[in-house]
């Protein structure tokens, strides 16, 4: 059996019970007790340990799914959590509510809170309340990541939605393992906590230019279909927007001039001081990435081929 762990963390009221329950397949082990402080005023029942709940993914592989308290007063179970209980989890889940006044600085804290925890480790950044409060936007949590240094994904969630919170745990772990039938695992979640499929509606729908950048390390994206015609790009250097497209048109002649090389899907241009240009193709389109030099090649196209993969059966927004 293949064990996961992820770590929850965030603010009071962020998410992080409810999103907990909206995954295990056991009756998740809480530590709630009655609000004596000024969370009283968002909720009766606040965590003053942790939250843990357990998720199959199939037969050979299941998730371990602990959360921290929100109060600051409880900031020993955070380290307890972090060098014992979660020491070897494959990423951590910062959940940030957006009808706090100032959502950024609670990025801003836990980010330090955590920093040595999160240098080993994927971090996901998973708003909440967005259907209360719309904005902050996703562009204006990627602007901050991206000014604090942090190597995130930002991602709208609403924890009550299992599909919504299987999503993170999707882009923790699909790179490493691989045989997880998600939509299977979705329905059963859905059916498993009395929900419709259609019950709750996506909360924010993603371009392509948005889901791409907040992959890890991209940079830059642009997005080409069969005529070599520009769906949609955040990349303004004219040479560079030429580099790419002669690239995508090279690999088709690469195609066709040697044959036993097959199709060629991607071509990588690297330099050790430079950042990395990509192409990747796929079904008669193409993604161009600039990206940072020490992202590895194989999370690269994995990143890709999941963008490609997503925009042909859910036609992203251009």
Known sequence: ????????????????????????????????????DVTVRRKKNTTIAMDYGVLDLHDQARVHLYGTPGQE???????????EFAQDAIGIVLLVDNTRKDPFRDIRFYAKEFREYIKKRRLIIAVTHSDVEPNPSIQAYQACVREMGLMATVMFIDARDPRSVLGVVEELISAVELHVQWDELCERLLDGNGFSLDFYKPIYEETMLDAAMNKRGVLGVMHLDENQEILCSNIDSKPRKVLLKSVNKLSKALAEKAE?????????????KVQTLSMFTDQEQALCLCSDNEISLPVLRQQASDLLQWSKENDYLV
């Open 1 to 36: 059996m293949q064990n996961y762990k992820i770590l929850f963390t965030g603010s009071v009221c962020s998410g992080k019970s409810t999103a907990i329950r909206s995954l295990s397949d056991i009756e998740t082990l809480d530590t709630d007790a009655r609000a004596s």
């Open 260 to 272: 036993f090389m097959g199709e060629v899907s991607n071509v990588v241009i690297a330099g050790p």
């Open 73 to 83: 007063r409880f900031r020993f179970i955070w380290e307890m959590l972090a060098c």
